[in-house]
């Protein structure tokens, strides 16, 4: 049967298909569809984890057990899970287990554009790079079969362009395993230091086998075509010299990125006129290459950032670029903002207006960092902002708070407030709590009390675990309510101990919350002021110095009521 899907759509049909068991994951773009996906099929256990060392832990847990298992992250997240990666590269597995990391070439959404083939190295461990959507299906079923056959957890390398494009795909049936049964092996899966030494050699004789791999595996091919020209390449850069191309030029294709093939180099470099690697992000090919004394044109013209396209290779490698069709008039500028009744406005308004020093974190909330809010100088990664504002403080910093959603808190927050408590510090932690992981796409995690599949679940008590962890002072707040917002905000920033607020209402977005009606703005009363904009709300414009309210936008939050000192803003509830 065929059917057209998403990489990450294919990626899940390949773990149902090759009898996978068991799913953990954390929610990250652009990997989040396959963890969904996966959940889907009744047949596999699948969950969202608390964050991605986690997820791994239990994959590799359940592939311990004897039943395939699988994690999903983006390129950030492997930094995260990067611990036990190391290590059950040397422990090996007993059932396979397949490892996703999806690349964000072009930062589209995220902090850093950081190549994961390097962890593969470094790890020496085997990664596979889909092209397209059937390639996604069938490298992950064939990494099953790697993952048992060598004794390794398998790494598969995907991009944004990959992972969110669409193609044919043709799927079988579900196919299970039996069973492997687990035998307790202190040498092979206890890491003390004797034990890892020796696990050490084990790691580079099967490196050098999967080397011998490489060379005629079918992940690896040449598509020859005109010898003066010859391209090394893999994933959507494949795609993209094809579509320049054609079969007009001679290809090696790449579907295993590491360990990357000898002889089968050398070979296709040895039949071609010129020698040429297109890779997005760092030259690991090209450096391969380069150790072969081979004469390769790489990142002397293509550039180490952003992603590529057909438009930016051809016209690198001096060739007639499609322009396109352009706009007579260039579009406006829409530069990101928090949604239409975001909860976290209020609290952020209130921030900037009080010129408080705020240190962020990763979540749809690191949007109050954009004008007008402005209200945020700092965002590192997940968690960083309570471990930061700690070390702020202890530096001598003042009027100063972290900004840390929900599910972030429970990722990697926990263990900077722990500091915070521990250590003492005067500082101020406000936890932005709208009920769901808004930034991936609406994921349930431990503070909703429901999991995967809207199920009740175990639920995280925000105040009582900030309070087991030695944190006195909990507040918690309507970030609606403006002035609540600023005499908490000033009684806990002056308590000369650590405190917590918690910023509680529901993302307006969820489909458990209703919206009001919108508020309407009378132009009689209206003077003009524009204090409203100070908000940041897409429903809010102005005209001829009026305010306008956009209808269809506002959800009717009542924040900009609160701003009015004319009575010009009118609540329509009733």
Request: with cysteine.
């Amino acid at each position: 049967m065929k059917e057209l899907l998403l990489g990450n759509a294919a990626i899940a049909r390949g773990l149902y298909e090759a009898g996978c068991s068991v799913v953990s994951s954390y929610p990250g773009t652009p990997s989040t569809e396959i963890t969904e996906t996966a959940s889907e099929y009744d047949e596999i256990y699948s969950e969202w984890a608390p964050n991605e060392k986690v997820a791994m832990e239990v994959a590799f847990g359940a592939s311990l057990a004897g039943v395939r298992s699988f994690t999903a992250m983006k390129h950030v997240g492997l930094n995260v899970a990067a611990d036990p990666l190391f290590t059950i590269a040397y422990t090996g597995v007993n059932a396979g287990m397949v490892i996703v990391v999806a690349d964000d070439p072009g930062l589209h959404s995220s902090q850093n554009e950081q190549d994961s083939r390097n962890y593969a190295i470094a790890a020496k461990l085997p990664m596979l790079e889909p092209a397209d959507s059937e390639e996604c299906l069938s490298y992950t079923k064939y990494a099953y079969e790697l993952s048992e056959l060598f004794d390794v957890p398998v790494m598969i390398r995907t991009s944004t362009r990959i992972a969110h494009s669409q193609s044919i795909v043709e799927t079988s049936d579900r196919v299970v395993p039996d069973t492997k049964e687990y035998k307790k092996d202190v040498a092979k899966y206890v890491m003390m230091p004797a034990a890892a030494k020796a696990r050490h050699r084990i790691v580079e004789e099967r490196l050098e086998k999967l080397r011998q791999l490489a060379e005629d595996s079918f992940l690896n091919r040449i598509e020859m075509g005109d010898t003066k020209m010859g391209i090394i390449t893999s994933g959507a850069s494949y795609q993209y010299v094809k579509d320049i191309f054609g079969e007009s030029v001679s290809v090696l294709k790449l579907g295993m990125v590491n360990p990357l093939p000898i002889k089968l180099i050398q070979d296709f470099a040895s039949r071609v006129d010129k020698l040429i690697v297109v890779e997005e992000l760092d030259s690991i090919i090209e450096n391969h290459c380069r150790k072969l004394y081979l004469e390769v044109t790489g990142k002397d013209v293509f550039p180490l950032v952003d992603e590529f396209s057909p438009n930016l290779i051809a016209n690198l490698l001096g060739l007639e670029v499609n322009e396109g069709i352009s706009m007579e008039e260039p579009l406006p500028q829409r530069p990101p903002v928090m949604c239409a009744g975001c909860p976290h406005r209020g609290m952020f308004y209130t921030l900037n207006k009080k010129g408080v020093t705020v240190l962020g974190d990763i979540g749809c909330y690191t949007l109050g960092s954009m004008a007008p809010l402005s209200a945020m100088d700092m965002t590192i990664c997940m968690g960083a902002s309570v471990s930061s504002l700690h070390g702020f403080n202890r530096a001598g910093g003042k009027n100063s708070v972290a900004v840390i959603g929900d599910s972030t808190f429970v990722h990697t927050g926990i263990n900077g407030l722990i500091d915070i408590a521990y250590n003492g510090s005067d500082s101020t932690v406000i936890i932005v709590d709208n009920s769901t992981t808004g930034m991936t796409g609406h994921q349930d995690n431990p503070t909703t009390g429901y999991d995967i599949k809207g199920e009740p679940a175990g639920k995280i008590d925000l105040e009582a675990l900030c309070k087991a962890l030695g944190i006195q002072r909990v507040r918690v707040v309507d970030p609606y309510d403006l002035d609540q917002c600023s005499r908490v905000l000033d009684e806990e920033m002056d308590a000369l101990e650590p405190s917590v607020i918690i910023s509680r209402r529901p993302c307006v977005l969820l489909r458990s919350v209703s919206a009001k009606p919108p508020i309407s703005a009378d132009e009689d009363k209206c003077s003009g002021c524009q204090l409203c904009m100070d908000i940041g709300c897409p429903a809010i414009s102005m005209k001829d110095n009026k305010t306008r309210i956009d209808a269809t936008l506002c959800t009717g939050c009542k924040v900009c009521i609160q701003l009015c000192n004319f009575d010009a803003l009118v609540s329509n509830e009733v």
